[in-house]
């Protein structure tokens, strides 16, 4: 039986001494009872004074991203080894903002090339994570055009198979993979939800082909985009939604105390 799991992506929001009080406003709403997991996942900065709060409360880290090597010339970027040293306990692997269109359709050409994530890079860093026993929360979605094009299922098994490459499915057995529609992200737009439950479904077929049955029952399939307190019962209610992935409304601790509440009801 899998259990629910709620994540917040803090963006490049907050300083640490927000994101500290926001953590403490969120424990007092929950009055310090969190009984399904929940990640926070600040910027990189705020890391160490949360890692401090995350070893006595009930709530876990996870960082936004990270670079695959351990070591080395490659200035700005930050490794499994230095988010193991926080005691990290997840990191986004892929998500849309860091996939090179930052959730945009159009982006100048001149910004395309920082953040632009291949399926090769992603499969990278999700080997170096595992290896620090860290665990990545791998994100897919299609972009509008794509979804527009009728080519969301394939979009998704493609993300997926190249994300986990070259991986065993003992290797898997705890994987939690993210399903968030890139045009729902950050747009107040959310998938419906016969439709996100029918792709979190697709997920996990792609996932029993690519490893195993195990595998595919036991993933924790999360959806994110524009998830709300108004939405998030019904949409963590779906037998193959496993919980959320959370931006924006996870900067309001009261609102994202009522989105953990739903967690807890749909089934804990
Ligand atoms: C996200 O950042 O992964 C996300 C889903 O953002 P939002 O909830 O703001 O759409």
Redesign the pocket.
């Known amino acids: 039986m899998r259990s629910k799991l709620v994540a917040g ?1 803090w ?1 490049m929001n907050k300083t640490s001494a927000e994101g500290e009080a926001l953590v403490e406003q969120f424990l007092d709403a929950m009055n310090d009872h969190v009984p399904i997991d929940v990640i926070v996942i600040p910027p990189y900065l705020s890391i160490p004074r949360i890692a401090e709060i995350c070893r006595r409360a009930p709530v876990k880290l996870g960082a936004q991203d990270v670079f695959w090597m351990d070591e080395g010339a490659f200035t700005s970027r930050v490794s499994a080894k230095q988010l193991h040293e926080f005691c990290a306990d997840y990191c986004l692997v892929g ?1 849309s ?1 860091t996939r090179g269109k930052f959730g945009q359709l159009e982006v100048p050409e001149t910004t395309v090339g920082y953040f632009a994530e291949t399926d090769e890079t992603i499969n990278l860093k999700i080997k170096k994570l595992m290896f620090y026993g860290i665990k990545p929360i791998l ?1 897919v979605g299609e972009t509008l055009a794509e979804r527009e094009a009728g080519k969301t299922d394939e979009v998704i098994a493609s993300q997926i198979r190249g994300a986990l490459d070259g991986l065993e499915a003992a290797e898997l057995y705890e994987l939690i993979v ?1 399903y ?1 529609p890139v045009w ?4 107040g737009v959310t998938c419906d939800t016969p439709e996100a439950q029918r792709v979190c479904s697709q997920v996990r077929l792609v996932l029993a082909e690519v490893a195993d049955a195990d595998v595919a029952s036991n993933a924790r399939i999360l959806y ?4 709300k307190p108004g939405n998030a019962l019904e949409l963590f209610s779906q037998p193959d939604i496993d919980g959320g ?5 996870s900067l309001d601790p009261k609102g994202f105390a009522d989105i953990v509440r739903s967690a807890i009801q749909a089934g804990g």
């Open positions: 992506n963006k998500h903002e994100c993210a968030e729902a992200i950050g747009t994110g985009g524009s998830v992935l959370v931006g924006g409304a």
